[in-house]
């Protein structure tokens, strides 16, 4: 046992010294930050929001909001979806769960109860004017989404499961939530190209502004501020997206013994 | 200035790297599913981060801006003057979707957790591989 513990130490020991010199030779980043931002970097800085060059544009002030949902937005669609899967991996895992209403319950003590019940309604607005304002000042849909589930968090913690169930937060409904987001989602990257079959026009999948050979687009301007088109839309669906799903998690991991106890019954008189 | 700022960078970027050989050290070596995972978390954002300072820049004068426009830009020689001075977009964009992925990997770990937890009655490793021994030799 001792002599594997030294080879551990010894081998990540000549890793971190390997990366480093690596690193130090200028082989892989290099170690003095550049002056200048790579070329890639420089036309997504100078296109995300752009009204001289229409057709390259996506009229979101946040650069970062731009790439994620314009630029590169199949890669977002993916992750969301590799997000969903894993939501359905853990229902797979905790099947059978059943949710028990008026067990006993306590809570922490009224001093750190009564400063959350005012805390807790600011958090859920500080994540909902991130999802609101992610195409304009830094944050986004995933972000707000995390921010938000901080509350459900908060309310297991100190009052307890009990009270997210008065708040009619089941688990089907959450996940009922997560779903007709996701096909939101979907169904967005597809409205342009449906829209241009019906009409005889050219359109791309997960379009968003003009582009070249297309001359139809998402709205960009809402009466005095830049929407950039879809990925308002995008932030505002992937803010209920990681909500339902994270809460979902939350809730099916904090569930109590009596809730838990015949999990896999159900599954054993199937096979 | 930039002296400065260059030596502590590289500091930075090495205390990381050693930090996921510390994290390693933990998958590795801990017997605890429980400190296996949170070693497993420690090293993705320590990776992360080191993801992240590859699109830091330094200025000749003053201090680099984040990649998001302070306001709308009205001429042309504006959004030149951004994009002299912000730092690369393109890595903070995909360490959010390594971080969003890398959640729900943590998710389903800490899952399949609960369950061995459930099973054996103890997070440690060792207990389910001298039940795996116990059954062969019968």
């Known amino acids: ?271 | 200035m930039s002296e400065i700022l260059q030596a502590i960078f590289t500091i930075v970027v090495t205390i990381f790297i050693t930090n996921m050989g510390i994290a390693l050290y933990g998958v590795f070596s801990r017997p605890s599913l429980i400190k296996k995972t949170i070693s497993l978390v420690l090293f993705t954002d320590s990776i992360n981060i080191i993801a992240i300072s590859i699109g830091f820049r330094v200025l000749e004068e003053g201090y680099p801006k984040p990649p998001i426009l302070p306001k709308i830009p009205e001429t042309p020689a504006e959004l030149e003057y951004f994009v002299q001075v912000s730092v690369d977009p393109l890595l903070q964009a995909l360490v959010l979707t390594a971080i969003v992925i890398g959640f729900a990997i943590n998710m389903f770990i800490i899952g399949l957790v609960k369950i061995y937890y459930r099973h054996y009655g103890t997070t440690d490793i060792r207990v389910s591989l001298e039940e795996g021994k116990h059954e062969k030799n019968n």
Do not use: C
């Open chain 1, 1 to 271: 046992m001792k002599k594997k513990d030294i080879v551990i130490a010894v081998s990540l020991a000549i890793m971190v010294i390997a990366i480093s010199s690596a690193l130090y030779a200028g082989g892989i980043i290099i170690i003095t930050p550049p002056y200048k931002v790579r070329d890639l970097a420089k036309n997504f800085l100078r296109y995300s929001y752009n009204p001289w060059n229409g057709k390259l544009t996506s009229y979101a002030l946040n650069v970062v909001s731009a790439i994620i949902w314009d630029y590169r937005g199949l890669d977002t669609v993916l992750e969301t979806a590799v997000l969903y899967s894993a939501v359905i991996g853990i229902t797979v895992l905790f099947r059978g769960i059943v949710e028990i209403r008026g067990l006993k319950h306590r809570g922490l003590s009224l001093l750190v109860k009564m400063p959350s019940r005012i805390v807790i309604p600011l958090i859920i607005a500080v994540g909902i004017s991130l999802a609101v304002h992610g195409h304009l000042t830094p944050g986004g849909g995933f972000q707000a989404g995390a921010v938000a589930t901080v509350t459900p968090a908060l309310i297991i913690t100190i009052f307890s499961i009990e009270a997210l169930y008065v708040l009619k937060l089941r688990i089907q409904k959450l996940f009922l939530m997560r779903t007709i987001a996701f096909i939101g989602i979907l169904m967005i990257s597809i409205s342009l190209f449906l829209y241009s079959l019906m009409s005889l026009t050219n359109a791309y999948v997960l379009q968003n502004m003009i582009r070249e050979h297309s001359n139809i687009s998402m709205p960009h301007w809402f009466i005095d501020v830049p929407l950039a088109g879809s990925v308002f839309l995008y932030n505002i669906l992937e803010f209920f997206t990681v909500f339902a799903g994270l809460t979902y998690v939350f809730i099916v991991y904090s569930m109590r013994r009596k809730e838990v106890e015949n999990m896999w019954e159900e599954v054993e008189t199937y096979e």
